[in-house]
């Protein structure tokens, strides 16, 4: 472990995701490990996530969750090392349908302005059959494909089978998620549960501490409701350690990437 200083000196690591908050769930530790070693990580955010939950009232005076939650991406970026972060205004709850042509074109003309060696995105299950991470997988999907041989690698990434459960069940010893729990109105076991099987892991524990702080930016999403809110940091690194890829089978000539963070090849 961190044994990659500078391994990505002068690599540029393009995440594209649908909400804020998805970049610190799906890859927080990866992208901090990739800008320790030395990479520009870019963020593409394709909505403000304005329908989301909000903890507390207080923290949205004026009602405009959009405007806080993007504050609070900015927070989070920060804490993960994520240099350049851009927040597009698509509607959140409708990103498979709504704007198809234009956050097609924004997302190629992202990877035409940063030249990423490579794009971090949801795979086909959206983590757990969220349409608006469908819709993402979607676009960034075909608009990496529209690059033809010079397409960089794209990586598909997903949450270890049970990851989430194993949260709620910590939460509940902290005195926190009742049995029953969800998240955001989801089962935890729908999490992951319908990805394939990933090509390889990466081991993220030393940096689940500030993906952890990072989750914790999001602090509308982070009430008490939330059990992620109730687990500690002795907990982030056996909880938030570990994240999964898969490289999208597209034909990039593209140099491997990701790869070099592989922990091990994934048995399941
Ligand atoms: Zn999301």
């Not at 198809?100 to 059959?129: K, M, N, S």
């Not at 910590?170 to 998620?177: K, L, S």
Request: hydrophobic content about 45%.
């Amino acid at each position: 472990m961190g044994g990659d200083p500078r391994a990505l000196a002068g690599r540029t690591i393009l995440a594209v995701f649908a909400h804020p908050d998805d970049e610190s769930l799906a890859c927080g530790g990866t992208l901090a490990r990739a800008a320790d070693a030395g990479a520009r990580v870019v963020l593409l955010c394709a909505s403000r996530g304005e329908r989301g939950s909000i903890s507390d009232p207080s923290l949205v005076p004026d009602g405009d969750l959009g405007r806080v939650r993007a504050h609070e991406l900015r927070d989070a970026a920060a804490t993960l090392g994520i240099a350049e972060v851009t927040i597009l205004d698509h509607p959140d709850g409708d990103l498979r349908w709504a704007h198809v042509p234009e956050l097609h074109a924004e997302i190629v003309t992202t990877i035409e302005r940063c030249r990423p060696d490579a794009i971090i995105t949801f795979g086909e299950d959206g983590l757990y059959w969220h349409l608006d991470h469908i819709g993402i997988h979607e676009r960034t999907y075909t608009a990496v494909l529209s690059f033809g041989a010079a397409a960089p690698p794209l990586y598909y990434v997903t949450l270890p089978k049970g990851a989430m459960r194993d949260i709620v069940e910590a939460a509940h010893e902290r005195g926190g998620a009742p049995h029953g729990s969800s998240f955001w109105g989801i089962a935890p076991d729908a999490f992951g549960d319908a990805a394939k099987p990933p090509d390889f892991v990466v081991d993220v524990r030393e940096w689940a501490g500030r993906k952890l702080a990072a989750l914790r930016c999001h602090r509308t999403q982070m009430g008490r409701h939330n059990p992620i809110a109730w687990i500690e940091e002795a907990d982030a690194r056996r909880l938030l350690g570990f994240e999964l890829f898969r490289r999208a089978p597209i034909a990039s000539t593209g140099a491997a990437v990701l790869e070099q963070f592989a922990d091990r090849v994934a048995s399941t």
